[in-house]
């Protein structure tokens, strides 16, 4: 399996999701590209690094630049979304998720 395409299938599709959100945005900084969808649910907000790292100094370096402008998105809507709602909705998708898992899993006993 050629993993490449793999990871650049999962690149893209963080950035049609951030370009497709309101209050989305995609960068691309030196050595990292950030997809951010503008919203705190960490799953839709991701930094890439975009070339290999030759020694651990520059992928601190990297890392830090990736979380600094997430830091501040996350802070800046953090006050402005239902969190509660965000919550609330989580916990019944995973719950409808484990489910659905029990009933295949189930399903492939019989």
Do not use: D
């Not at 705190?40 to 370096?61: K, R």
């Amino acid at each position: 399996m050629n993993y490449e395409n793999v990871a650049q299938n999962l690149r893209e599709s963080f950035r049609v999701i951030a370009a497709s959100r309101v209050g989305g945005e995609n960068r691309e900084l030196r050595g990292v590209s950030i997809a951010s969808a503008g919203v705190t649910f960490q799953m839709f907000n991701c930094a890439f690094l975009s070339a290999p790292v030759l020694n651990e100094a520059e992928l601190t370096q990297r890392m830090l630049l990736a979380n600094t402008p997430v830091i501040f998105l996350g802070n800046a809507f953090a006050t402005r979304l239902p969190l509660k709602a965000i919550h609330y909705t989580a916990s019944v998708l995973f719950a409808l998720l484990g489910v659905v898992f029990i009933v295949r899993a189930a399903q492939l006993w019989h």
